[in-house]
């Protein structure tokens, strides 16, 4: 079984380097038998949020694998109409209670609102100080939005996690976070399917054995990142936690280093104020 890197958050914290997104697992059976696979392989950090509506499912199949907690990483994020002090707070309490969990490893600000922004940041850092999660963070910020949130902030967030592969490189704001010890995430490594068939990627998989998907989360692992695909199929699993043993050279960095083209296949936060 290949062994996940773990990284050692601002707080002190760790956090494992690889994990499974549960981004559009149905609720359900399909989000419970996904979690229960993935810990099954060896996966410990599991992320999901309130939004995505199968945090009783990942709650049950976490507590079902009969793991000790203290080997798991679970995440949650507080969506955008629950944002504010007092609605944050209750939204953490909301999601604790459905995953059956007295304490999150992790809780994100989903999405940057500009009219709650701050009333937000102040109720996730008294849920870090009142231990409802043991670190916090924020998600599709841009450099824009985490120097002001970083300019006010009593706690700085551990994590930002953002959209990031190979073909949305985003160096300035992965340097940005580097300087701020702000530890940086991929959500969508393999955009969505969208370039596995760039003959580049390939000619990079094929020199390894290994698939354009293994390429792309490699790639990310190499590049610092805490990376989380999604799947709900155990094959992929597998080919997903195999890719923590790929070895890139700098050679295979360089190429893979020079395919963005600024495509983001989910949301662009930029325009957000």
């Keep these: 079984m290949p062994t996940i890197a773990n990284l050692t958050l601002n707080n002190g914290v760790t956090?494992?380097?690889?994990?499974?997104?549960?981004?559009?697992?149905?609720?359900?059976?399909?989000a419970y038998d996904a979690v229960q696979q993935a810990l099954q392989l060896g996966y410990r950090h599991i992320d999901t949020a309130s939004i995505y509506g199968n945090e009783a499912d990942v709650g049950r199949a976490v507590r079902d694998a009969g793991l000790p907690r203290s080997e798991l990483f679970v995440v949650s994020k507080v969506w955008n109409k629950d944002q504010g002090y007092d609605a944050t707070l209750r939204a953490c309490e909301r999601s604790l209670q459905l995953l059956g969990l007295d304490q999150l490893d992790l809780y994100l600000i989903h999405w940057p609102q500009t009219a709650t922004r701050k009333d937000t940041w102040r109720a996730m850092e008294r849920l870090a100080r009142e231990g409802m999660a043991r670190s916090v963070g924020v998600s599709n910020y841009?450099?824009?939005?985490?120097?002001s949130l970083l300019a006010t902030a009593n706690l700085p967030p551990?994590?930002?996690q953002v959209e990031f592969h190979p073909f949305l490189y985003q160096q300035d704001l992965?340097?940005?976070c580097r300087a701020e010890s702000v530890q940086l995430e991929a959500y969508s490594p393999l955009a969505r399917g969208q370039r596995l068939d760039d003959r580049r990627l390939r000619r990079v998989a094929d020199k390894h054995g290994a698939s354009p998907a293994q390429v792309m989360i490699a790639w990310a692992l190499a590049l610092g990142l805490v990376v989380i695909p999604k799947s709900v199929r155990p094959a992929r699993l597998a080919e997903n936690l195999d890719s923590v043993a790929l070895p890139l050279d700098e050679e295979d960095l360089a190429l893979l280093g020079s395919l963005d083209e600024g495509l983001r296949t989910c949301w662009d936060p930029s325009h957000l104020p």
């Design 142 to 147: 841009t450099v824009r939005h985490l120097q």
């Design 158 to 160: 551990v994590v930002n």
């Design 15 to 30: 956090i494992p380097q690889l994990g499974l997104g549960v981004y559009e697992a149905a609720a359900g059976q399909e």
């Design 174 to 176: 992965l340097r940005f």
